[in-house]
């Protein structure tokens, strides 16, 4: 499968835990990007990489998220000291160079206890 | 064929019939948009997308038309099957290299056989 690949798919957590999510994106993509999707709504922008390099956070994005891209490829979102309101469906999306089509995949989707 | 001209959270057609699906957008500086179909539990699947400097684009299956005087996005489904059921969504983008898609509001496309 040559799509993008996010790990795990669920993860349940108490409240006040720390939590990673991975992302690998299509090989050849150069852009990764970073949403949040709650129940009945679309995607919600968070956050952008152009290879490792961090260049757009949404408001979204509050003290207690941060995202990495250390080499180019991977990518990872933690969230620390986790809320209630934090759960939600994180989906992670890839795209080439120039316009293109953000290619996404299927999530990790966060429950919170 | 059955169409709508407001945006409605749902719409339900036979299969074989037509489906029109729209969308309003919400940015005039806006000039890339794209459609995604998104099953339950997985993440956003590409369908078609349309440059501004377009009214029109065909894909297998599927047309996207863009009136950028009333800033109007909608996408028609030919002979729509069952595995068309999903929810739609609409994304627009400001044409910046990076920079975030907007998502408008889903419509739910419930085909029956």
């Known amino acids: 499968d040559t799509g993008v690949s996010q790990n795990p798919r669920h993860k349940i957590t108490k409240r006040g835990q720390n939590v990673t999510f991975r992302c690998d994106p299509i090989?050849?993509?150069?852009?990764l990007y970073w949403y949040r999707q709650t129940l009945g709504q679309g995607p919600e922008f968070l956050t952008y990489f152009q290879n490792e390099a961090q260049l757009e956070k949404s408001r979204l994005l509050s003290d207690r998220f941060s995202a990495e891209r250390p080499k180019g490829s991977f990518s990872t979102l933690e969230i620390q000291r986790t809320e209630q309101g934090d759960s939600a469906m994180y989906l992670c999306?890839?795209?080439?160079?120039?316009?293109?089509?953000?290619?996404f995949g299927d999530g990790t989707r966060l429950s919170i206890l | 064929g059955e169409s709508v001209g407001l945006h409605l959270p749902t719409l339900s057609v036979q299969e074989g019939d037509n489906s029109i699906i729209n969308c309003a957008y919400s940015n005039s500086a806006s000039d890339y948009f794209i459609w995604y179909k998104q099953e339950s539990g997985k993440g956003p699947q590409f369908i078609i997308d349309?440059?501004?400097?377009?009214d029109k684009r065909q894909g297998q299956r599927v047309t996207v038309l863009l009136n950028k005087t009333v800033k109007h996005l909608s996408l028609q489904i030919a002979a729509t099957q069952p595995g068309d059921s999903a929810v739609y969504f609409c994304a627009e983008n400001m044409g910046q290299a990076g920079t975030a898609l907007i998502f408008g509001k889903g419509t739910t496309l419930s085909v029956s056989s």
């Open positions: 999306a890839s795209s080439g160079t120039g316009e293109q089509p953000q290619h």
């Open positions: 090989s050849e993509h150069n852009r």
């Open positions: 349309i440059r501004s400097n377009m």
